[in-house]
């Protein structure tokens, strides 16, 4: 853990008491609804907005106590819901704007134009002016210029919040490959759990002002206490790695933490991996081995966990794995068949796999 964030204090009437501590690598995102504090977590990081507490990267402490470095001395990358970009200079001066006030006065390079253009695909957009972009690649560049301020941490307040629907599926991929390709941690806010689930590695749920729960993805997705498990589109953003194929069925075999999954399609040679993500209402649960069904993937698991979902449906946690030991997915059942099945924490069953949505490469 290296990036070590707390802030407490008043904005008007709105009270901030967040602490949590996240990776120094890959993407944080800071969850929840709108108006519980998510943006003001952001600019306390940028040194934006003072409040009382404490923030320290990699050792590095930016505040604390009296001390308060200013936003101009925080080695930071921040991207907002629409890039700002100079209209009147081409994409490529604008991209190099902040490479040449920071790189121009000694800051070691870790970023190179080169690298920036190649992960954001800017390469055919170099000469043109801004204003012959579309929204989803002024954001690209909007990135590529944070990138290229060389910053310790790049801070993205709902980068996709003003695409439409089109564009941020364009843009998307491109971010996808940040976190595997940049060692800048990166401090995500949105209120799109899709988008959430898609980029992030860790997440903060916040609430009101304070933090509900902060955690690796996956973990924060299998509890079924929390609010997200509790959203309609609730379900489990999982590793994995191609294993094999059915060339003669048109089938990819994914490997798991704890069990394989045949899903539709080409994914890539051997050993890529992915990220697959299995829905709760997409998964559901037998007691013995199916017989006669046409579901493709069931697969040997044990109950963890389980809470009633609501007057109709419960929400259970099973772990992959004759054992229990391999990754967690969620499963949304009804109370009757859960009832009629006899089913509890700690029974051994088989989790039928109906769908996997959203399989994408990881790098
Ligand atoms: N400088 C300020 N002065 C007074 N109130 C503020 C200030 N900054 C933020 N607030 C209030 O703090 C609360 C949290 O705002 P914030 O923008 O951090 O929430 P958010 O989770 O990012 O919301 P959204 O998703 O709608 O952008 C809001 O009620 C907002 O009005």
């Excluded at 590095?60 to 200013?70: A, N």
């Excluded at 009147?88 to 121009?104: A, D, I, K, M, P």
């Excluded at 379900?235 to 059915?246: D, I, K, N, Q, S």
Aim: charged fraction near 20%; charge should be neutral; aromatic fraction near 4%.
């Amino acid at each position: 853990m290296s990036l070590s964030v707390h802030f407490h204090g008043t904005l008007g009437r709105f009270e901030l008491d967040v602490a949590f501590e996240a990776p120094g690598r890959g993407i944080t995102a800071l969850f929840g609804p709108s108006g519980c504090g998510k943006t003001s977590v952001l600019r306390c990081a940028a040194g934006l907005q003072r409040l009382n507490g404490r923030f320290a990267l990699d050792g590095d402490v930016w505040q604390e106590g009296r001390t308060f470095r200013p936003t101009h001395k925080r080695p930071i990358g921040y991207v907002f819901q629409e890039a700002s970009l100079f209209p009147h200079l081409s994409v490529r001066t604008n991209l190099l704007f902040g490479h040449s006030r920071t790189v121009g006065r000694g800051v070691p390079e870790h970023i190179r134009l080169g690298d920036v253009v190649d992960l954001l695909g800017l390469g055919h957009l170099l000469d043109r002016s801004p204003e012959h972009l579309s929204g989803g690649e002024r954001q690209r560049v909007g990135v590529g210029r944070a990138l290229l301020s060389q910053p310790r941490l790049l801070l993205m307040d709902e980068p996709l919040a003003a695409l439409d629907r089109f564009s941020k599926e364009e843009i998307l991929p491109y971010l996808e490959r940040l976190h595997g390709v940049l060692s800048v941690p990166v401090l995500y806010v949105s209120h799109d759990i899709a988008e959430v689930e898609r980029l992030a590695d860790h997440l903060v749920l916040l609430r009101q002002g304070r933090v509900v729960a902060a955690g690796p993805m996956q973990e924060l997705q299998a509890d079924p206490t929390l609010p997200i498990a509790r959203m309609p589109e609730a379900g489990v953003t999982l590793p994995a790695v191609v294993a094999g194929r059915e060339d003669a069925y048109g089938l990819t075999l994914l490997r798991l933490d704890g069990g394989n999954l045949l899903v539709p399609g080409d994914l890539g040679p051997q050993g890529t991996a992915r990220r697959a993500r299995i829905a709760a209402s997409d998964v559901s649960l037998a007691r013995n081995p199916p017989e006669g069904s046409t579901i493709l993937n069931a697969l040997p698991a044990r109950i963890v966990a389980a809470e009633r979902h609501d007057d109709v449906q419960m929400m259970a946690v099973v772990a992959l794995g004759e054992e229990g030991r391999g990754a967690r997915l969620l499963a949304r059942v009804t109370r009757k068949s859960w009832d009629a099945l006899g089913l509890s924490p700690g029974q051994p069953v088989y989790a039928q796999v109906k769908g996997v949505a959203l399989v994408q490469e990881t790098m």
